[in-house]
Protein backbone atom coordinates (compact mmCIF):
# COMPACT_ATOMS: atom_id res chain seq x y z
CA UNK A 1 0.00 0.00 0.00
CA UNK A 2 1.36 3.67 -1.04
CA UNK A 3 0.55 6.52 1.36
CA UNK A 4 0.53 9.60 -0.67
CA UNK A 5 0.12 13.38 1.29
CA UNK A 6 -0.57 15.96 -1.09
CA UNK A 7 2.83 16.89 -2.77
CA UNK A 8 5.32 15.29 -0.34
CA UNK A 9 7.31 11.73 -0.78
CA UNK A 10 5.40 8.90 -1.15
CA UNK A 11 5.35 6.11 1.23
CA UNK A 12 5.23 2.58 1.02
CA UNK A 13 3.12 1.13 3.78
CA UNK A 14 4.09 -3.03 3.86
CA UNK A 15 2.45 -5.89 6.21
CA UNK A 16 5.05 -6.07 9.65
CA UNK A 17 6.05 -2.20 9.19
CA UNK A 18 5.74 0.02 11.84
CA UNK A 19 5.91 3.62 10.04
CA UNK A 20 6.15 7.02 12.08
CA UNK A 21 5.66 10.13 10.16
CA UNK A 22 6.90 13.17 12.61
CA UNK A 23 6.42 16.71 11.75
CA UNK A 24 7.00 19.75 13.71
CA UNK A 25 4.46 21.57 11.39
CA UNK A 26 0.90 22.40 12.93
CA UNK A 27 -0.78 22.39 9.73
CA UNK A 28 0.67 18.96 8.42
CA UNK A 29 0.32 17.33 11.83
CA UNK A 30 -3.55 18.32 11.64
CA UNK A 31 -3.87 17.61 7.57
CA UNK A 32 -2.09 13.67 8.33
CA UNK A 33 -5.01 12.98 11.38
CA UNK A 34 -7.98 14.57 9.10
CA UNK A 35 -6.72 12.76 6.21
CA UNK A 36 -6.23 9.42 8.06
CA UNK A 37 -9.62 10.27 9.52
CA UNK A 38 -11.36 10.04 6.25
CA UNK A 39 -10.81 13.40 4.58
CA UNK A 40 -9.39 11.91 1.34
CA UNK A 41 -8.93 15.13 0.12
CA UNK A 42 -5.83 15.34 2.42
CA UNK A 43 -4.62 12.05 2.49
CA UNK A 44 -4.84 9.19 0.03
CA UNK A 45 -3.47 5.52 -0.18
CA UNK A 46 -3.25 3.65 -3.78
CA UNK A 47 -2.64 0.03 -4.38
CA UNK A 48 0.97 -1.35 -5.68
CA UNK A 49 -0.67 -0.72 -9.51
CA UNK A 50 -2.19 3.27 -8.11
CA UNK A 51 -5.46 2.45 -7.84
CA UNK A 52 -7.02 4.77 -5.26
CA UNK A 53 -8.39 2.59 -2.28
CA UNK A 54 -10.80 3.50 -0.01
CA UNK A 55 -9.70 5.38 3.22
CA UNK A 56 -12.74 4.24 5.35
CA UNK A 57 -11.87 0.31 4.28
CA UNK A 58 -8.04 0.14 4.39
CA UNK A 59 -7.53 2.88 7.59
CA UNK A 60 -8.38 2.17 11.08
CA UNK A 61 -8.29 5.14 12.90
CA UNK A 62 -7.29 4.59 16.18
CA UNK A 63 -5.64 8.42 17.28
CA UNK A 64 -4.43 8.98 20.51
CA UNK A 65 -4.15 6.13 23.03
CA UNK A 66 -5.56 7.50 25.86
CA UNK A 67 -8.22 10.05 24.50
CA UNK A 68 -9.90 8.63 21.36
CA UNK A 69 -11.60 5.02 20.59
CA UNK A 70 -13.78 3.35 22.82
CA UNK A 71 -11.84 -0.26 22.07
CA UNK A 72 -14.88 -2.25 23.55
CA UNK A 73 -17.45 -0.63 21.48
CA UNK A 74 -15.41 -0.41 18.45
CA UNK A 75 -14.41 -3.91 17.90
CA UNK A 76 -17.18 -5.50 20.08
CA UNK A 77 -19.41 -6.22 17.03
CA UNK A 78 -16.76 -8.44 14.80
CA UNK A 79 -15.28 -9.95 18.01
CA UNK A 80 -18.70 -11.83 19.16
CA UNK A 81 -18.81 -12.83 15.15
CA UNK A 82 -15.47 -13.73 15.34
CA UNK A 83 -16.33 -15.95 18.58
CA UNK A 84 -19.24 -17.42 17.75
CA UNK A 85 -17.88 -18.40 13.93
CA UNK A 86 -15.13 -20.42 15.95
CA UNK A 87 -17.24 -22.55 17.89
CA UNK A 88 -17.15 -26.25 17.27
CA UNK A 89 -20.74 -28.05 17.10
CA UNK A 90 -19.92 -29.51 20.71
CA UNK A 91 -19.35 -25.81 22.14
CA UNK A 92 -22.12 -24.19 20.17
CA UNK A 93 -24.38 -27.39 22.31
CA UNK A 94 -22.97 -26.40 25.33
CA UNK A 95 -23.72 -22.66 24.87
CA UNK A 96 -27.63 -23.80 24.06
CA UNK A 97 -27.82 -26.22 26.67
CA UNK A 98 -27.15 -23.91 29.59
CA UNK A 99 -29.07 -20.83 27.55
CA UNK A 100 -32.06 -23.26 27.51
CA UNK A 101 -31.20 -24.20 31.54
CA UNK A 102 -31.39 -19.96 32.52
CA UNK A 103 -34.62 -19.47 30.59
CA UNK A 104 -36.27 -22.49 32.16
CA UNK A 105 -35.32 -21.55 35.13
CA UNK A 106 -37.07 -17.97 34.55
CA UNK A 107 -40.25 -19.64 33.36
CA UNK A 108 -40.91 -21.77 36.55
CA UNK A 109 -40.19 -18.25 38.44
CA UNK A 110 -43.35 -17.32 35.77
CA UNK A 111 -45.47 -20.20 36.95
CA UNK A 112 -46.22 -18.64 40.18
CA UNK A 113 -48.08 -15.36 39.05
CA UNK A 114 -51.56 -16.12 37.44
CA UNK A 115 -50.98 -14.35 34.69
CA UNK A 116 -50.49 -15.67 30.71
CA UNK A 117 -46.63 -14.65 30.50
CA UNK A 118 -43.71 -16.55 29.30
CA UNK A 119 -40.41 -16.51 28.32
CA UNK A 120 -39.15 -16.50 24.59
CA UNK A 121 -36.46 -18.85 23.83
CA UNK A 122 -33.31 -17.04 22.08
CA UNK A 123 -30.78 -19.41 20.32
CA UNK A 124 -29.06 -16.50 18.52
CA UNK A 125 -25.15 -17.07 19.59
CA UNK A 126 -24.52 -13.90 18.55
CA UNK A 127 -27.17 -12.07 21.08
CA UNK A 128 -26.42 -14.53 24.10
CA UNK A 129 -22.58 -13.38 23.66
CA UNK A 130 -23.78 -9.70 23.85
CA UNK A 131 -25.76 -10.18 26.55
CA UNK A 132 -22.53 -12.00 28.33
CA UNK A 133 -20.81 -8.48 27.85
CA UNK A 134 -17.62 -9.95 26.24
CA UNK A 135 -15.44 -6.79 26.81
CA UNK A 136 -11.79 -6.13 27.96
CA UNK A 137 -10.36 -5.56 31.56
CA UNK A 138 -10.55 -1.97 31.92
CA UNK A 139 -6.61 -1.74 33.26
CA UNK A 140 -5.38 -3.19 29.67
CA UNK A 141 -7.45 -0.86 27.57
CA UNK A 142 -6.83 2.19 29.62
CA UNK A 143 -2.68 1.64 29.70
CA UNK A 144 -1.35 3.26 26.43
CA UNK A 145 0.90 0.39 26.03
CA UNK A 146 -1.55 -2.58 26.75
CA UNK A 147 -3.78 -0.86 24.46
CA UNK A 148 -1.67 -0.88 21.53
CA UNK A 149 -0.11 -4.33 21.76
CA UNK A 150 -4.10 -5.28 22.05
CA UNK A 151 -5.38 -3.22 18.94
CA UNK A 152 -2.13 -5.17 16.61
CA UNK A 153 -3.42 -8.76 18.50
CA UNK A 154 -7.01 -8.11 18.04
CA UNK A 155 -5.87 -6.97 13.36
CA UNK A 156 -4.02 -10.49 13.67
CA UNK A 157 -7.00 -12.76 15.64
CA UNK A 158 -9.73 -10.74 13.23
CA UNK A 159 -7.77 -11.39 10.05
CA UNK A 160 -8.15 -7.18 9.67
CA UNK A 161 -5.61 -6.40 6.71
CA UNK A 162 -5.90 -2.44 7.74
CA UNK A 163 -3.62 -0.60 9.02
CA UNK A 164 -3.82 0.83 12.41
CA UNK A 165 -3.26 4.62 12.80
CA UNK A 166 -2.34 6.08 16.13
CA UNK A 167 -1.18 9.59 17.02
CA UNK A 168 0.51 10.48 20.22
CA UNK A 169 2.80 7.45 20.80
CA UNK A 170 6.13 9.07 22.78
CA UNK A 171 3.71 11.07 24.61
CA UNK A 172 3.10 7.08 26.43
CA UNK A 173 5.49 4.61 25.40
CA UNK A 174 9.30 4.90 26.30
CA UNK A 175 11.57 4.00 23.12
CA UNK A 176 12.17 0.69 23.81
CA UNK A 177 8.55 0.00 24.15
CA UNK A 178 8.03 1.65 20.90
CA UNK A 179 10.73 -0.51 19.70
CA UNK A 180 8.47 -3.48 21.48
CA UNK A 181 5.65 -2.60 19.40
CA UNK A 182 7.42 -2.45 16.25
CA UNK A 183 8.57 -5.98 17.06
CA UNK A 184 5.12 -6.99 17.59
CA UNK A 185 3.95 -5.63 14.41
CA UNK A 186 6.61 -7.20 12.47
CA UNK A 187 6.14 -10.90 14.54
CA UNK A 188 2.17 -10.88 13.62
CA UNK A 189 2.67 -8.81 9.99
CA UNK A 190 0.42 -5.99 11.36
CA UNK A 191 0.98 -2.51 9.15
CA UNK A 192 1.08 0.48 11.94
CA UNK A 193 1.23 3.86 11.30
CA UNK A 194 1.66 6.41 13.49
CA UNK A 195 1.56 10.08 13.44
CA UNK A 196 3.59 12.25 16.30
CA UNK A 197 3.81 16.01 16.76
CA UNK A 198 7.83 15.98 17.60
CA UNK A 199 11.55 17.49 16.51
CA UNK A 200 13.63 15.91 13.73
CA UNK A 201 16.57 15.40 16.71
CA UNK A 202 14.07 12.86 18.55
CA UNK A 203 13.91 10.36 15.56
CA UNK A 204 15.99 8.03 17.90
CA UNK A 205 12.94 7.18 19.73
CA UNK A 206 11.30 5.67 16.51
CA UNK A 207 14.94 3.62 15.57
CA UNK A 208 13.33 0.50 15.32
CA UNK A 209 10.27 1.93 13.03
CA UNK A 210 10.27 3.41 9.68
CA UNK A 211 11.04 7.13 10.24
CA UNK A 212 9.43 9.84 7.85
CA UNK A 213 9.54 13.33 8.76
CA UNK A 214 8.21 16.60 7.41
CA UNK A 215 9.93 19.88 8.85
CA UNK A 216 8.32 23.19 9.96
CA UNK A 217 9.00 24.45 6.41
CA UNK A 218 7.09 21.43 4.36
CA UNK A 219 10.48 20.02 3.49
CA UNK A 220 10.93 16.21 3.38
CA UNK A 221 13.70 14.15 6.27
CA UNK A 222 13.31 10.39 5.45
Known sequence: M??????????TIQKGNAVV???????VYLDLINGLN???DLVNFFDKDYNMLDNS???DWV????????????????LINNISNHLNE???????????????????????????????????????????????????????YDKIKILIKLHLELKDS???AVT??????????????????KSASIPLIMIEFTDLQSKDTYKHCNFAYIDQDFVDWY
Not at 21 to 27: A, K, L, V
Not at 104 to 114: A, G, K, R
Open 2 to 11: IFSYRTHKKI
Open 21 to 27: IGTNNQS
Open 38 to 40: GDM
Open 57 to 59: KNI
Open 63 to 78: GDLLESIDVNQKYKNK
Open 90 to 144: KEINSVHEANRKLFNTIQSHLFMYDLPIEVEYDNDLKRIFKYSKIHFDNFSINNP
Open 162 to 164: SVL
Open 168 to 185: NVAHYLTPEQIGGIADLC
